[in-house]
Nanobody
Framework: QVQLTETGGGLVQAGGSLTLSCSASSASGRTFSQYAMGWFRQAPGKEREFVAAIEWTGDVEYYGDFVKGRFTISRDNAKSTVSLQMNSLNSEDTATYYC??????????????WGQGTQVTVSS
């Protein structure tokens, strides 16, 4: 089992920036640097939406189409953390943001573990 804990959510004005962080821990002692990490979000009344993902090395990143260069995902394998830097926020970015990871090493095909989520609210 993997525990994912998100921090950094809050209220921000439109056009502002926010950085989300996610800390991963595992009782089984799995090696963080072997697993892809990602972020999803869900706004009220909408389906969950892919935001960003980063491969285990940190060398390759993926983003949802709506990001359009505004967000940057990064990871620190030494600290078992992943971050999401969000710039130029607008009201449509208001959502609960979830940190995710796979149960399969070196795999980007599934997101098996989810954090509890952190709320981001953008005021216009």
């Amino acid at each position: 089992q993997v525990q994912l804990t998100e921090t950094g959510g809050g209220l921000v004005q439109a056009g502002g920036s926010l950085t989300l962080s996610c800390s991963a821990s595992s009782a089984s002692g799995r090696t963080f640097s072997q697993y892809a990490m990602g972020w999803f979000r869900q706004a009220p009344g909408k389906e969950r939406e892919f935001v960003a993902a980063i491969e285990w090395t940190g060398d390759v990143e993926y983003y949802g189409d709506f990001v359009k260069g505004r967000f940057t995902i990064s990871r620190d394998n030494a600290k078992s953390t992943v971050s999401l830097q969000m710039n130029s926020l607008n009201s449509e970015d208001t959502a609960t943001y979830y940190c995710v990871t796979s149960k399969v090493a070196y795999n980007l095909g599934s997101w098996d573990y989810w954090g509890q989520g952190t709320q981001v609210t953008v005021s216009s």
